[in-house]
Structures are given as structure tokens and as C-alpha cells.
Nanobody
Framework: QVRLVESGGGLVRPGGSLRLSCAAS????????VGWYRQAPGKQRELVAAITSGGTTNYADSVKGRFTISRGDAENTVYLQMNSLKPEDTAVYYCNAVYLLVDYWGQGTQVTVSS
């Protein structure tokens, strides 16, 4: 059993930065592929970035070059560094952890980009 808790969201001006954290409790977190998803009002949830247990990363085209996903397995935490934020990045951001056929979700953290 893994419990995920996101933090780091908030209100930021366009062009600003935020770092989201996904902290996991439970054992074996380093084996999980972890993804950050987001869901804006009236839109479907979409994958923003993901990182495998081996450190391979992939990003949505809309965030390439602006967002960076990383993991600190010693801290059981995955991070999403978000730079050059745009109003269209406004959404609830969720952390997801998958291993074999089991996956877990966090409760989400709100990111609002507005002047």
C-alpha cells in the first residue's frame, strides 16, 4: 500500500516558477513509475510528465523545456519543477504511482497561473 501526498501548489504570475512534491509513504516506492497529471476545469485529465524507476523521463509537448520531473528515492519523493508558467498551466495537479498492475493517486494540488 502506497499513500501519495502532493504539495507545492499555489498562485503564481505568468513566467513564474513552482516546485511540486509528491511524497510517498509505504515501501518499494523506488520501483514505481511516477507520473504527474493535471486536470483543468471542463477538461480531461492529462499526463504532464513521468519518470520510471530507472530515471527515464517523458513529457507532454506542451511542457517540454519548461517542466522537469525528478525523483529522490531516498526521500520517497518525486518532484515537478515548473518554470516559465503560463495561464494555460492552471489546473489541479495529481501524482500517480504505478507498479505492475497496481496504481495509486494523490489528492491533488491546485496550481493557478494568473496576473
Amino acid at each position: 500500500q502506497v499513500r501519495l501526498v502532493e504539495s507545492g501548489g499555489g498562485l503564481v504570475r505568468p513566467g513564474g516558477s513552482l516546485r511540486l512534491s509528491c511524497a510517498a509513504s509505504g515501501s518499494g516506492f523506488s520501483r514505481y513509475t511516477v507520473g504527474w497529471y493535471r486536470q483543468a476545469p471542463g477538461k480531461q485529465r492529462e499526463l504532464v510528465a513521468a519518470i520510471t524507476s530507472g530515471g527515464t523521463t517523458n513529457y507532454a509537448d506542451s511542457v517540454k523545456g519548461r517542466f522537469t520531473i525528478s525523483r529522490g528515492d531516498a526521500e520517497n519523493t518525486v518532484y515537478l519543477q515548473m518554470n516559465s508558467l503560463k495561464p494555460e498551466d492552471t489546473a489541479v495537479y495529481y501524482c500517480n504511482a504505478v507498479y505492475l498492475l497496481v496504481d495509486y493517486w494523490g489528492q491533488g494540488t491546485q496550481v493557478t497561473v494568473s496576473s
